[in-house]
């Protein structure tokens, strides 16, 4: 089964991570709204809405937090 998964890539430490995912076309149209601040496409998608940054806890040894960015999704799996 494919999955389409949303890319973060932190600021500070240069690691890119899995956000929340989802299928093809809905994460398309979703990413698309996303860059353009489509409200009502997001009710059609029960809220779903990816950030475009979020918190990254890049080392919990350490301490070191930074700021991932939004930058695209990737398919994963098979038909």
Do not use: S
């Not at 940054?53 to 930074?66: A, D, F, I, M, S």
């Amino acid at each position: 089964m494919k999955e389409a998964v949303f890319q973060y890539k932190c600021r500070l430490c240069g690691k890119v991570y899995d956000g929340c995912c989802c299928g093809e076309e809905i994460a398309f149209n979703i990413l698309i709204g996303t860059l353009l601040d489509f409200k009502e496409l997001f009710k059609r998608y029960n809220g779903m809405k990816p950030h475009m940054v979020e918190h990254h806890c890049c080392n919990e040894k350490t301490g070191k937090h930074g700021v991932g960015d939004l930058i695209g999704f990737i398919i994963r799996g098979t038909d």
